[in-house]
Each structure stands twice: as structure tokens, then as C-alpha cells.
């Protein structure tokens, strides 16, 4: 059984908002990433991939996005603890709210960055890496 992961890349204007993790998350501690989360089980339900992904850009950073949300990519990991998660990419248009380190324990710091300041830093993994450029070719292709 796989855990469900969401993730945004936001975007406002030419840059990327990035948060870098709380050194206490479990995985990838202390590093640059997406802001997103876990799915939690809602029985039936519609649309549960965009509707969490609201809620964790609004707990973890405060900021809402516009519609549309769109798909990018998705990929597939093993925790640490052997546990495999399913992580799915959706890019968004930034719309309101002043993004911040909101939930401290998951979210150590907030930044907006280009795609060549993102591609260029040599402390960024290469999946997010990976992400940014599928998001920003969907923009370059006036896809979204």
C-alpha cells in the first residue's frame, strides 16, 4: 500500500515558492522543497488531491491559490522506514496571502526563487529539480 503525496509548485510571476523543511520531518529534513502533504482517507470523496493541497499550502505557509490546479507529474519513493509513497505534482497560480513559515515544526522558512536560482543550487535535489522544470515547461507552452 502506498501513501498519497501532493505537492505544489506555485508560482508568482518568474519565481517558485520553495519552503525549506523543519529539521524534526521525518523525510527530507532541513532541505528545499514544494510545499505539500499526505492524503488523509475521506471515504468517498472528489477532487481529495486538490482539496488537500489547499489545506496544506493554507496550514504550512498561509497562502491560497487560483484555479485552475493542474497536473505535472508524478513519481514514486521509499521512506527511510520502507514505506512507499506515491508523490503527485500539480502546478498553481499564486492568489492571495503573504506566505510565511506557519507551521514551524514542518516549514522552517519560506523562499521565492527562479527557475535558474532553483536549477543552479547545488543543495536542491534533483526531483524537485526535475518538478520545477516539468511545471515550468507546462507555462512555457501557455498550457496553463
Known sequence: MFFINVEAAVFKED???LIRRGTK????????SLVGGTVEQEGDS???LERTLRRELL???GV???EPIQYVRNTSFVLASGEEVVDI???CEFD????YAKSLDEVESVHWMTTNEIINNVEIQHYLK?????ADAIKARGEF
Do not use: Q, R, Y
Request: glycine share 10%.
Open 15 to 17: 519565481k517558485w515558492l
Open 25 to 32: 520531518e521525518a523525510h527530507a529534513g532541513g532541505e528545499l
Open 46 to 48: 472528489t477532487s481529495i
Open 59 to 61: 496550514e504550512e505557509v
Open 64 to 66: 491560497e491559490v487560483k
Open 89 to 91: 505534482v500539480f502546478l
Open 96 to 99: 492571495k496571502g503573504e506566505p
Open 130 to 134: 526535475d518538478s520545477i522544470l516539468a
